[in-house]
């Protein structure tokens, strides 16, 4: 299967504090997603990216697409305590599969 | 209302077991998956149904059979269970094969081979 690299893979902040993380892969993506996960839950979509250069908001989270279709990352602004949990890229192949990152573990100290 | 609901939750069993997961959606999409979420929370995907269909069939051993009696639903059964097997299964629907508009998954049923 296609490999996606993931970073960080733990990030501890302070509430207030900016995030990013960002995912790279050897294979091209036509889609790239965004999802968080959350103890004993499932992983819930935050943002699709389907376009090379694509920028899109989803509330304080930004994401891009970027321009190789080879990488996408993920910024979070002003982080509060409930921003805590997974954060999982995923690319977007052939027939629906989605190829997942091993995911950043985010936590914020109040 | 669940849009992607598994059952069971939780599922404790023993080796050598035959075990099934159950999956329905309510959003109305063709096309479901299973995933599975090792103990390093990698996932990745097992099988797709497009309509009733298999599409997908990743490198997943032959125990596990998937079976979709219609698209709304999709039920994993796992034959002669190994310690191997523990692990959160999770049920996963979208619009269509390559449409990744409202991709949504259910909530995992963490299965426990003892």
């Known amino acids: 299967g296609q490999q996606l690299n993931q970073s960080p893979q733990s990030m501890f902040i302070q509430e207030g504090e900016d995030v990013s993380m960002n995912c790279t892969s050897s294979?091209?993506?036509?889609?790239w997603l965004w999802y968080k996960q959350e103890p004993g839950e499932g992983p819930v979509l935050l943002i699709a990216?389907?376009?090379?250069?694509e920028l899109t908001s989803n509330g304080r989270l930004t994401a891009q697409f970027g321009i190789t279709r080879k990488d996408s990352f993920l910024n979070i602004s002003a982080s509060i305590p409930s921003d805590v949990g997974i954060y999982f890229c995923a690319g977007g192949s052939t027939l629906g599969r989605l190829y997942f990152g091993r995911g950043t573990q985010l936590t914020v100290w109040p | 209302d669940t849009a992607v609901s598994q059952t069971p939750k939780y599922l404790v069993t023993q080796m050598g077991n035959d075990k099934s997961i159950k999956c329905e959606q309510n959003l109305g999409h063709d096309t479901m998956y299973w995933y599975k979420q090792d103990s390093k929370k990698f996932l990745k995907i097992m099988f797709s149904y497009n309509n009733k269909e298999l599409i997908i069939n990743e490198t997943v051993p032959n125990r596990f059979s998937p079976k979709s009696p219609d698209k709304a639903h999709l039920n994993l059964h796992i034959n002669s269970l190994e310690l191997g097997d523990s692990a959160v299964y999770f049920c996963a629907s979208s619009q269509g094969p390559g449409n990744y508009y409202g991709y949504t998954f259910g909530s995992g049923t963490r299965l426990t081979v003892v």
């Open positions: 990216l389907y376009k090379a250069g």
């Open positions: 294979s091209i993506f036509n889609t």
